[in-house]
């Protein structure tokens, strides 16, 4: 039912109430005057002994009836338009008043829930960017592997040190939302510091199998690009995350660059949080000293912890995280060559890089690294 047909009954009801009210009121005092002028009339109704009392009483209730019905219809209908319309405003007013309570309240809530967990009040702006980069993000990576194989290299003609780094990425991603969702695979790395070695900076496979997904990329079927002095996946297919935990899409990527022996090292940014990751670093020739750091984060300590598959005397580094990263953050790989052997070790030959046996400088270390999104 409409408005307008509302508002029409309800006028109707009103006219017909007060029509009643006016036809008893015309009644009463027509039976006020015949009690009051026929004396025959008063004594059909065997009240000879109050005819004055009753014709009073019915004059009076007819006068009062018919007064009643006349404020009725002018005065009581335009009171009746301006309550309404003061109730209205007063309505307004406190739906206006209780929203900016609510809101104010919404905010202390917050502020006082940062306080009583940390002891501190963090500012607005703060909060809602905590909201953007950490509450919001749709995808997390989990079952992560980063594998490094580091193999030291000779060039002859400068007599100079490089490592040859193969690196293998594995992981889930997974879709923490309700709907499908879908990403761009991402990587990139460092061209090869001597072009004798451009070669040897190359993606190796790409893949990504899941439930919507089916990707096997390997060798020159890789789209790359180069921009100044970096290698990056091109990859045009978009990957298609189905929602929920158990729809998982696994990713791969395998890729080989070059770096400076001394002070070389290998960098990762992560852009979606990641809950666990196992990082191994293989070295065949036992030649390199390996470490490893999560950046921003302070100590490695915190972040890292070395497993009982670590072989550090035999080249095996291994580690896994002790809690989880957030996006943006970084996983850092570097080396230096191990120190040169005691004099007598029968083996120190065989284990000195070319550097080392003729006593050159070490050769510059990278400068710093490119983000390497995946």
Known sequence: ???KKRDWLTTAKYF?????????SLLALTSGFLLDH??????????????????HLFNEAGIAGLIAAG?????????????????????????????????QERRAIKQDVFFNC???????????????????EALLRRNMSMVYTLKPYVDVQSHSDYVIVECELRYDIVNLTNERKEMTLSYS?????????????KFLAVEAHGPSTELD??????PTRSRQDLISLDCPHRVVIEPGVDNATEIRIHSQNVKHCFGG?????FDYHTCDLELSVVVPSNTLDVYAGVSPGGSPGIWLKKTHRDRSKDGIYNWELKRPLLAFQGVSVGWDPKPLPTIGDPSADSKLTSAQKHKTEAAPADGDPAPQPN
């Open 217 to 222: 990329l390997s060798g020159d079927q890789i």
């Open 38 to 55: 026929f004396k025959p009339f008063a004594t059909l109704l065997n009240l000879p002994t109050c005819n004055d009392l009753l014709a």
């Open 71 to 103: 404020l009725g219809i002018t005065i009581e209908r335009l009171s009746a338009k301006e309550f309404i319309k003061l109730a209205d405003e007063q309505r307004a007013a406190l739906i206006d008043q209780s929203q900016t309570m609510a809101a």
């Open 118 to 136: 940390f002891g501190i009040h963090l500012p607005e702006e703060i909060r809602n960017e905590i909201k953007t980069q950490i509450l919001t």
């Open 1 to 3: 039912m409409n408005q």
């Open 189 to 201: 790395f460092r061209k090869s510091p001597i072009p004798a070695l451009a070669g040897q900076a």
């Open 265 to 269: 090292y290998s960098y990762f940014t």
């Open 16 to 24: 017909l109430i007060y029509l009643g009210i006016v036809l008893l």
